[in-house]
C-alpha cells in the first residue's frame, strides 16, 4: 500500500498543478473590487496559494487509503459507502464549492469529478461486508453506533 499512497500523492499535485491552481489563479487574477484599484500579486502570496492548494489537494486524494485503513480496522465497509452515497456526493459538491473560488459550473465540475472519483475509489478499496468476521459476539464498530 506504501507504492499506492506514493502515487495518490502525486496523482494530487499533478491535479492540483494542471487543473485546481491554474482556475484558482485566474480568478484571483481576474478578480476586481473597483476598475480604480489595482490588482497586485506578490510572489509570497502566490506561493502561500500555490502551495496551499497543492497540499489540499494532496490530502485529498489520500483519502482511498485512509478508507482501506479504516476497512482493515473493521471501521467501515462497502455497504457504509453506499448507504451513505447521497450524502457524500452532497457533501462533495459543497466541498468543491469551497475549494474553487469562481462561481463558474465548469469550474465546480472540473474539482468535484475528482473528488467523486476519490470516492468510488474509496467504496471499491473496502471490504464487502460479507468478510467482515465476527468474533466472540463483538461487533463492528459501526454497527455499535447505528443502533
Partial sequence: MFCFG?????????????LVFPMTFHFLAT?????????QISLDSYMDNFLMMIFVM??????PLLAWILSKTGLINRKFFITYRRHAIITLL?????????????ALAVVFFPLYFLFELSCFMVRPEEE???TKGKEPFYRLLNK
Avoid at 478578480?31 to 490588482?39: A, E, K, R, T, V
Fill in 6 to 18: 506514493t502515487v495518490m500523492f502525486f496523482a494530487g499535485c499533478a491535479v492540483g498543478y494542471i
Fill in 31 to 39: 478578480y476586481q473590487i473597483s476598475g480604480s484599484i489595482q490588482n
Fill in 58 to 63: 494532496d490530502v485529498v486524494f489520500e483519502l
Fill in 94 to 106: 459543497v466541498l468543491a464549492a469551497f475549494i474553487t473560488p469562481s462561481g463558474d459550473p465548469f
Fill in 132 to 134: 467482515i468476521i465476527l
